[in-house]
């Protein structure tokens, strides 16, 4: 962030093109070529943005999918967190459709963990499915590839022409190694996990830290070699931590530790470590955060190594290329999800997911208060029971007021406790594709965002293998 | 304030910011037809004497370097590491930097391996002389510990670094060839940085190019692209037990187990007590110039990188219960853009063994232009020039000369890495991180002088240069120096 002093001290405006910009800003004007024919743009290949481009194209949209890293999975590949939340509540699979897909697709083809009941996500409460990440990688490859899904990698949505009264987005200006294009489409959908494609349209957003007082804290993950699983302290982890927080091990003294996951024979990946105030917002934040993170990681290598059993040898593999961000941006949407609903165990006629994972805040501060109040939160007061799920409705999805603009992911529309729990990939997977099927739906229709018929949005992602057990569909979409 | 004035411009903007139609508010000219008008007023930075971008061997080197001087500097990185290739890549060693009598690379090249050696991040039981004296001997390195000590000398020596930051564009005049600013973009939208010096070292010239470089681009200049490679890291490796490589990969190959038929295989090399790196598998005729070339790239690569692993489980011993854990965040380039320098290195003064007055550094790494594709007689040329005709007997050397990391008629920018002004077969040698790294030093400390000395990149005192790489330990062996730098273009 440039200070205002620094901004004082520039030199009067350096024209370019013959255009005179205001004091202390340059005027950026670039003549650059110009994309059309799609029906939808999605920005952001993580679960989410890749469900959305999938489903939509599998409908038979026209769809360019804008990548920033070199993968999609987003969060499971370039975040390296390699297991997903919970898919079911105990009696059922609550997750179906394209997540579904996938996890069954990986399972088939040997890259979930060995041994890996399928239970786990078919069946059983608060159980997550580790993966192997370049199993993940292939099969997105793979289903992109055969829904006939444009894939970009290596470039990134950095501007937006859009007309905010109107509620439309007209394009996006995309930047690679072959320099700008401005892409028009019908349809846009965000799924870049900050809601960076929104901001930039003027949607109303709320930012972690500044419109609320808290930032989750975000995760730098690590994969790890050379674990012996079977003298491995399963379920022990927080013992072994209570022993090295006594000899005052870390650096910082935090109490949660989510842990070290199984993913292959003797490999595994840590959730472990916290960058406490990181804003994934700030560029110096986050530059500063995955430097510490890095720090981090060592002292987690040496913790495992000197206090867990099967863990003496273990190798750091790598820590992962982007940082474990739990929280950043949220947009208003026509339905803002909120914690009376989660607790209500609300279902709603337009609901396109229902989803069960405890309120999951991690702890804001090392302090005992912090950690009493995530302990509660995620097994008592914001948690679930076995048979029980909660609704998402479609309303999540929509900016207030846009027609043609989606956001899936975390960023949707919900307060911070519903956050904390949708915030993770299989939710993110059918927010996805539901945003990519409302699309899709929209433009067929001639319908906007906010007046598409709900009850056949539903009917669709049921064809589709969504599991939705509402029994009242409606045909619009429910606000609040 | 940035908000404000992209408010302000969305809204001069709005639904008239047409395909092709005049926006005159923007420059009073109409947008060029079939093209759409990005007009932005962004907020400016000049508190920098260098902007870098790219933290890559060749960056992160000049940028540590430049700030050990004193000077301010910005080190613009796409990716949320240093290192490059060596990190991002996971091209996880480095290529052989002695001759058989000593070491050829002093300053920031040997002070990170020595501290890694240190710490404990170097190959499991590698003994110094693998870098201080044995010719033709590889460094491995655990990518953790290099991305642990860059941030650190970055931080320590000042270096104000961004990470998930781009170039995207340069404000340049190429006919006076002054740079004067370059647009950089991040979560927080864009920025103007103004600075009295640049180095490009983005690999890709993208920079060089963007202030109107002249450039040579593999492929369309120049009749092939050497391909890349996307490396793996593998685990679960019986080190002790590993077989030999490349008798597993004739019998492989006579079984027609792969896709395609590349001999071309330098194969896995040992980082750690059962991990490993695998450099196998080339996406020949990749153009990293090419989104879509890099994009079906990247998903090739990954097909290509399971082969290898049922490769190595069916025919290496050692290798039965291997774990693939990972591909590597970038592809592994090995030739995309060269930039047209005050002095192309060529391979003349390669195989002259030519050394210069104004050389900052010398290297001996061989001709290594892997094949172009899975013929007999590339991999007869390949063979032929990595192991006779394009390689160095131990104890010699050639010089890099100052002007091929001045791209030519330019005043304030520099480039460092595999971009620098090379003909096709000396790039084939020195496109490798241990050079990268020489030239970012080298670079650093030209801008840094250039900007004190207020003279130009081509015209500063090399004497000076070279006294000033020498104090800070590079090997610069030449006894007579020269206050001019050489020039020669092909």
């Known amino acids: 962030m440039v200070s205002r002093r620094s901004l004082l001290r520039s030199p009067a405006a350096l024209a370019a093109g013959g255009a005179k910009a205001q004091a202390s800003n340059y005027r950026l004007v670039r003549d650059i070529p110009v994309e059309q024919g799609y029906d939808l743009v999605v920005a952001g290949g993580g679960p989410a943005g890749t469900a959305a481009a999938v489903c939509a194209a599998r409908l038979g949209a026209k769809v360019l999918l804008v990548e920033a890293t070199g993968c999609l999975g987003g969060m499971g590949t370039s975040g390296l967190v390699t297991a997903f939340d919970p898919m079911a509540n105990g009696e059922r699979m609550l997750v179906g459709g394209f997540m579904r897909e996938i996890v069954e697709t990986l399972n088939t083809r040997g890259f979930l963990p060995p041994g890996l009941s399928a239970d786990s996500w078919r069946k059983k409460f608060m159980t997550w499915t580790p993966f192997n990440v370049e199993g993940y990688k292939l099969l997105l490859d793979e289903l992109t590839t055969q829904a006939g899904v444009e894939v970009r990698f290596f470039t990134r949505v950095i501007d937006a022409d859009s007309i905010a009264g109107a509620g439309t987005l007209n394009g996006v200006v995309l930047h690679n190694i072959e320099g700008y294009r401005f892409v028009r489409a019908k349809t846009f959908v965000d799924g870049t996990g900050d809601a960076v494609l929104a901001k930039l349209c003027g949607v109303r957003c709320r930012e972690a830290g500044r419109d609320t007082p808290h930032i989750m804290p975000a995760t730098l993950t690590s994969l790890f070699a050379g674990i012996d699983w079977e003298r491995f302290p399963r379920g022990k982890q927080y013992d072994l931590l209570a022993l090295a927080l006594k000899d005052n091990h870390f650096t910082q003294p935090d109490k949660h530790l989510p842990g070290m996951s199984r993913i292959g024979q003797t490999t595994g990946y840590l959730n472990g470590g916290h960058m406490f105030n990181l804003d994934a917002l700030r560029c110096k934040s986050l530059t500063d955060g995955i430097m510490l993170g890095r720090r981090i990681a060592q002292e987690y290598m040496s913790f495992y190594r000197k206090y867990a059993p099967g863990c003496e040898k273990i190798e750091h593999v790598t820590t992962a290329p982007l940082v474990g961000v739990r929280e950043s941006r949220r947009i208003l949407g026509e339905y803002e999800l909120n914690f009376d609903d989660y607790l209500g165990r609300r279902q709603f006629p337009d609901q396109i997911a229902v989803f069960n994972k405890s309120v999951d805040i991690h702890p804001y501060d090392t302090s005992d208060t912090e950690w009493e109040r995530f302990s509660k939160e995620y097994k008592q007061t914001g948690a679930l029971k076995s048979g029980e799920c909660f609704g998402i409705p479609y309303g999540v999805l929509v900016p207030k007021g846009w027609k043609n603009l989606w956001v899936a992911g975390r960023p949707v529309s919900a307060d911070v406790k519903v956050h904390g729990s949708l915030r993770v990939q299989p939710a993110a997977s059918m927010m996805g594709q539901a945003a990519g099927t409302a699309a899709l739906q929209s433009i067929r229709t001639g319908r906007p965002a906010r007046d598409i018929d709900t009850e056949q949005l539903v009917l669709t992602l049921r064809k589709a293998g969504a599991y939705l057990p509402q029994v009242q569909t409606r045909k619009t979409l429910s606000h609040a | ?490």
């Open chain 2, 1 to 490: 304030m940035a908000m404000l004035s992209r408010r302000t411009m969305l809204q001069a903007a709005g639904g008239s910011a047409s395909v092709g139609a005049a926006l005159a508010s923007n420059s009073g000219q109409p947008a060029k037809l079939g093209t759409y008008r990005l007009s932005r007023d962004i907020p400016v930075e000049a508190k920098y004497d260098l902007l870098v971008a790219g933290g890559g061997p060749g960056g992160s080197a000049a940028a540590i370097a430049a700030a050990r001087l004193g000077a301010k500097v910005l080190l613009v990185e796409g990716t949320g590491c240093l290192g490059g290739m060596a990190t991002s890549g996971m091209m996880m060693s480095f290529c052989p930097v002695a001759d058989g009598e000593k070491c050829l690379t002093g300053g920031l090249m040997l002070e990170w391996i020595e501290t890694l050696h240190k710490r404990g991040f170097l190959k499991p039981g590698i003994q110094p002389d693998a870098w201080r004296k044995r010719y033709g001997s590889w460094v491995p390195f655990n990518a953790e510990g290099l991305k642990l000590l860059l941030d650190e000398l970055a931080v320590s020596s000042g270096v104000e670094t961004r990470f998930f930051t781009h170039l995207i564009d340069a404000d340049a005049d190429a006919r006076t060839g002054q740079v004067r600013g370059a647009i950089i973009h991040n979560i927080e939208g864009y920025r103007y940085v103004k600075a009295g010096a640049f180095i490009d070292a983005t690999g890709n010239g993208v920079m060089a190019k963007l202030c109107g470089a002249k450039c040579r681009d593999a492929g369309t200049d120049t009749p092939g692209i050497m391909p890349p490679t996307l490396i793996s890291l593998f685990a679960g490796i019986d080190w002790a037990r590993m077989g030999d490589q490349q008798v597993a990969m004739k019998k492989a190959l006579a079984e027609n187990f792969f896709s395609q038929p590349d001999r071309h295989f330098p194969g896995m090399q040992q980082i750690g007590n059962h991990i490993g790196l695998l450099n196998g598998g080339h996406l020949f005729h990749l153009d990293a110039l090419r989104e879509k070339s890099m994009t079906d790239g990247m998903m090739k690569g990954r097909r290509l990188a399971q082969e290898f692993i049922a490769f190595y489980r069916k025919y290496v011993p050692g290798c039965e219960n291997v774990e693939h854990v990972t591909t590597a965040p970038l592809m592994g380039l090995r030739e995309s853009r060269c930039v047209l320098g005050e002095y192309e290195l060529g391979l003349s003064d390669y195989n002259a063994r030519r050394k210069f007055p104004d050389q900052i550094g010398v290297y001996n790494y061989p001709i290594d232009i892997h094949v172009y594709d899975t013929s007999d007689q590339q991999y007869a040329r390949y063979s032929k020039e990595f192991r006779e005709t394009g390689r160095m007997k131990p104890g010699e050397s050639v010089g890099l000369p100052y002007g091929m990391i001045v791209p030519k008629g330019f005043k304030n920018l520099w480039v460092a890495g595999r971009c620098a002004s090379m003909d096709v077969q000396v790039h084939g040698a020195f496109r490798v991180q241990p050079a990268a790294v020489m030239m970012g030093q080298a670079a650093g400390t030209a801008a840094v002088q250039s900007v004190r000395t207020k003279r130009s990149a081509a015209e500063i005192d090399t004497e000076l240069l070279v006294e000033t790489l020498r104090k800070a330990g590079a090997y610069l062996p030449q006894s007579a120096t020269s206050k001019q730098m050489s020039r020669k273009t092909a």
